[in-house]
């Protein structure tokens, strides 16, 4: 980091009045200060590091109070860095501002079969952090076990499940899964039902596995109650809210079975509760038009469940499904596998976690295992002229939200406080130009005097908050995405 670019950085710390999600800022101007482990942990354990600035006081409204001695400042830093497992390699930038001298130091982000990066004084368990906004976060047990799992190549889709005898399997379904594997696998043709059974991953040493169970089992729940599906239609923008009678749930199911029944039964509880607009073309001719693809609906809740996190620290959470008025969301456990970026979701071939259970879903024709499903529900939802679905990881947990553009928040919409205004235009992500459009200004002057302002004040945020810049930016009220 060059000087100029340390004393920017502190003026945006000013203006907003903040610490983000890769800037911490500690007051250094007496001594140095007691306790940097946790951020040293949060900012090595996230993908794009961060930024320690030592001199700037956030309890005296983010003054610059300086550093008491650079060079003994920059001593203890380093060594609270090598108090750390794996050891921090910081690299530090000083600078005058407002006539005090500040110091940086940038923490890099640790490959991902290294973290969690943790203090060696209390353990991987309590010394562990992860960054939530501009806070640190001790790691839950999940969350450290994750990164544990994906370094041991963990399988947990190829456990045993010695309580489910093989006569708790559909044979019918079986049987099509193997004489698929002896139709498009050419080596598997020739040996023996058990032996392939055991290549494919569908027993161990005769007993069945959780990708098995799944797959082929007569009721899954019988031994695993959460590895279902809660699905909900809800009458407001927000859980708990209740219609005019009271109630908080329009609809709601609890779906059981096996992978491709759960599937097949959580789009058609979809289908049923979306609601259909009319719509008369010009030469007078009547199309009916669904809240959202179905198409990419079903990628969606197939993504869930082959994609989800299937270990004994998650048996106990459900996939859910959340239709609100103007969105939907898909919640499964387990974050990304391996580290991916939730930017580039689509492009590449990422990590998979469950490639068992994904080659015998692919072997009776649920799945295609083709990296298809994430570019289908953007060209889906582009095609239905909707809004791209949002992509969120965050605590072990990742989220798909579709908006069905159905918030009629358009010119029509009282703009006498055009602050409040836009804040509703925002129950959606918005773009640059989408919001200069809608507050009739130019988009520098939307930007500057009410984008901006809204999310100094913490009423915006940004979709890519680490990319301010991106073209793919949007703004979204803070309620709506919190």
Known sequence: MREEELVDLIRKVQRRQSEFQNTELKAASVDFPKRIYDTLSSFSNQDDGGVIIFGI????????????DVENAQKKAMEACEQMEPSVR???????????????????????????????????????????????EPMSEYEIYSYEAFRRRT?????????????????????????????????????????????????????????????????PQAWFPQLSIIAVSLPGTKMGETDEDGARFIDNLRITGTISDMLDEATSFVKKNMRTKTIIDNNGKRRDKDEYPIIAVREAILNALIHRDYSLLTESSPITIEMYRNRMEIVSKGGLYGGGSVNLLGEGRPETRNTTLINLLELIDVTENRYSGIPTMRREMERANLPSPQFKEGRGEFRVIF????????????????????????????SRDELAAF???????????IVQPLINQGKLMETIPEKPKSKNQRYVARDFYA
């Open 155 to 219: 399988r947990e889709d190829l456990r045993v499940v010695p309580e489910c005898g093989m006569d708790m399997l559909d044979q019918n379904r079986i049987k099509q899964c193997l004489d698929a594997a002896k139709r498009n696998r050419v080596r598997l043709k020739s040996l023996p039902d058990e032996q392939i059974m055991e290549l494919l991953g569908m027993t161990v040493n005769k007993v069945p596995t959780l990708a098995s169970v799944l797959t082929f089992a007569v009721y």
């Open 90 to 136: 910081a690299i530090f930038t000083s600078a005058e501002v407002d006539g005090k001298i500040v110091l940086a130091a940038e923490i890099p982000s640790v490959e991902y079969w290294l973290r969690p990066v943790f203090y060696k004084g209390v353990g991987r368990l309590k010394g562990s952090y992860v960054r939530v906004g501009d806070a640190d």
């Open 439 to 449: 507050c009739q200004r130019s988009r520098y002057t939307t930007m500057s005097t």
């Open 403 to 430: 908006w069905n553009g159905n918030e009629n928040l358009g010119n029509d919409v009282d703009k006498s406080d055009i602050l409040s205004a836009v804040m509703r235009f925002c129950s959606v992500p918005r």
């Open 57 to 68: 006081s956030e309890r005296d409204g983010y003054e610059v109070t300086g550093v008491y």
